[in-house]
């Protein structure tokens, strides 16, 4: 049977697990004309207090700089701008950018594991909902710690695991059925959904997410559950 990757018809709707750059940076133009509008329905808009409690969490003052990797079509760095931040929205996905370009914030492309800024140059950096979908998460990782000032903030917030069992086996049941079946009611690109809950299913839980942040050199790792769990906070400071 041939690759679905070879099939012109088929290439760029989803990607797979060992998240490919090119393959993910496809898949996610394919679901950026409706992207914002499909999360709202999926979260069941919730979307929107959780980019709230993120910025609560990175606590940027009036003139610092961050960075928010993954922006995806910049709603995410809107929230982060408010109150006199700067926020630049760093995304891979040209048809995201694109998506976003109405929204008045600085936008760059570039990759998680490779970001086009200097060292030290940013007060924090925010990635929501996207770590998840780099090819090497920890690389990524050290590469937020390259680019942030010392003492500076890392915020993490990504779907996580639910802490109460019941709760846990019907959140399951709605990733892998109810899921898909809304996306192709609403998205795009509803293939790209099916990635969606299998690339949750397999994220670390929250404990391991924070050894991870501190094996990649971040200090005072926390971390803080959104929706009982579906979501996590997870804060962390470079060494001054």
């Known amino acids: 049977m041939a690759d679905r990757r070879d099939n012109p018809h088929t290439a760029g709707r989803r990607a797979d697990l060992d998240k490919r750059p ?6 996610f133009d394919g679901v950026a004309k409706r992207y914002d ?3 709202t329905v999926l979260s069941g808009g919730l979307d929107a207090s959780w980019r709230r409690a993120t910025r609560q969490a990175l606590g940027a003052k009036p003139g610092q700089t961050v960075l928010d990797v993954a922006a995806g079509t910049a709603v995410s760095t809107v929230e982060l701008a408010s109150g ?3 926020a630049i929205a760093c995304d891979f996905s040209q048809g995201m950018l694109r998506a976003g370009a109405a929204r008045p914030v600085p936008k760059v492309a570039g990759d998680a594991m490779a970001l086009p800024l200097a060292d030290a140059s940013v007060d924090g950096v925010v990635i929501s909902f996207g770590l998840r979908n780099v090819a090497d998460p920890d690389a990524a990782l050290r590469e937020f710690r390259r ?3 010392p003492g500076g903030t890392l915020v993490v917030c990504e779907f996580s695991r639910p802490t ?3 709760f846990r086996t019907v959140y399951l049941e709605y990733l892998m059925k109810a899921l898909p079946r809304i996306a192709r009611a609403v998205s795009s690109n509803p293939d790209a959904y099916v990635y969606l809950a299998e690339s949750i299913q397999v994220w ?3 404990a391991e997410l924070a050894g991870r942040l501190q094996d990649a050199g971040w200090e005072d790792v926390a971390w803080q559950n959104l929706t009982g769990g579906i979501v996590a906070l ?3 400071r470079r060494p001054a």
């Open 22 to 27: 090119a393959e993910v940076a496809a898949m």
């Open 147 to 149: 680019v942030t000032r």
């Open 84 to 86: 006199g931040v700067r």
């Open 234 to 236: 997870h804060r962390a």
């Open 37 to 39: 509008v499909t999360n």
């Open 204 to 206: 670390p839980g929250q």
């Open 164 to 166: 109460w069992g019941p």
